[in-house]
C-alpha cells in the first residue's frame, strides 16, 4: 500500500491578481512563501520517501516545503501539470464573469463538458495525471509519496475516482496548499481526506480572503479595455490624485500627461487602459511601454481606483495587468516612482513584493522608486536543485 499527498500549489499570481493560469507560468506571491512555511511546519516529522511535482514553478517552488529539509530529489513531471487553458490562457476572471459566464460555471461545476478553443479534454488531463500518479504509487510501494499540482486538474482527478457527477457538488474547492490524502494498493484507490488546510491561519489562507466558493458571496473580478477615449476621465483622476497628496493649491497642468499617454495609446492600445467592474468604469492604468525596455524593465505610469472602489482589493488586479503586458513581451522587471507621502500606494506595492530601488526627483520632492521582479531567473537562482 503506499499512502500518497496530494497538495496544491502554494498562492500564485492568478490566484492574487484574479487571472486564470493553467499552463502559463506564474510566481508564487509573497503570502504564497507564508503558505510554504506553514506547510513545511504541517510535514515536519513526516516520513516521506519520495516527492513528485508538476513542471510549472508555482507546483515546483511548492515542493520545497517536503523536499528541501528531507534532502530528496525533486522528481518533476509535466502530466502532473495544471489543465491547459487554451484560450483562456492568463484571462482575467473579470473576463470570464462578463463574457463567458456559461462557460466559467461549467468548469467548475462540469468538467467533463467544459471546453474552449485550444483547451486539453477532461479525459486528456485527468488520464494523464492518473497515469503518472499510478506509476509513482507502484514505485514506492510500501512508502510514502507527496505530489504537487494544481487546484483545476487534482479537482477533476478527484471526482473522476471518488465523486460521480451526480455527487460533484460534495467536493468542495482546495486553498492553497490545500493537502489531501490518498491511498493505492492493488489497483484500488481510497480517499482518506479532501482539500486539508488547517495548517493555514486566516491571515495567510487564501480562501479566507475569496467569496465565489461559498456560494452566496460576490467577488470583485476587474477587466481591462483600451481607455484611448478617455481624455477628460484621465485628467478628473490624475488631478483627484494630485490634489490628494498635495493639495488643492498645489498648481496641477495634466495635459502633457494626458497628450503623451493617448499618443502612446495609439501605437499600443494597451498600455491605457480602464479597469472596468462589470459595465463600471472604476479605474485606470497607464504603462509607459518604451521606457526601461534596455534594461529589461517596464515601467507603470499610472494607476488609479475611483473613491468608491478602493478597500476591496482591486489594487492589486490592476497590478496584475502591468505584469501580464510586460511579462508578454520580455520584460523581467516592474518599476514605478511613488510619492512617500502616498501611505496607501506603497501599502499596495509593498504587499505585492516591490522593494525600494532608490529615489528620482519629483516636484515636491523625491519619489520612491520601487522595483519587482516579475521574470524566473532570480527564482532559478533561489531553487537551483529543480532547474
Known sequence: MTKIYLVRHAEAEGNLYRRIHGHYESLVTP???????????RFRGERIDACYASDLLRASVTAEAVRAPRQLPLRRDRRFREVGLGSWEDMPFGVLDTQHREDMLRFNADPIHWHVEGSEPYSAYSGRFLAAMREAAEANDGGTIAIFSHGAVLRSVQQRLFFPPEQAGKMGHSDNTGVSLVEYENGVWRLIYLNDNSHLTKEISTLARQNWWRGGGEDHNVWFRPAADGEERYLAYRREAWESLYG???????????????????KEPLSLVYAMLGSRVAGLVQLDPERGADEGAGYISFLYLEPEYRQKRLGIQLVGQAVSFYRARGRKFLRLCVSPRNEAALRLYRAAGF????????????????EMNIGFDELWERYPLIK
Do not use: T, Y
Open 31 to 41: 503570502n504564497g512563501r507564508r503558505q510554504i512555511g506553514a506547510l513545511e511546519d
Open 248 to 266: 488643492p493649491a498645489a498648481r496641477f497642468d495634466g495635459r502633457g500627461f494626458c497628450r503623451e499617454a493617448l499618443q502612446e495609446a495609439e
Open 355 to 370: 522593494k525600494e530601488a532608490g529615489s528620482a526627483p519629483g516636484q515636491f520632492g523625491n519619489l520612491i522608486v520601487m
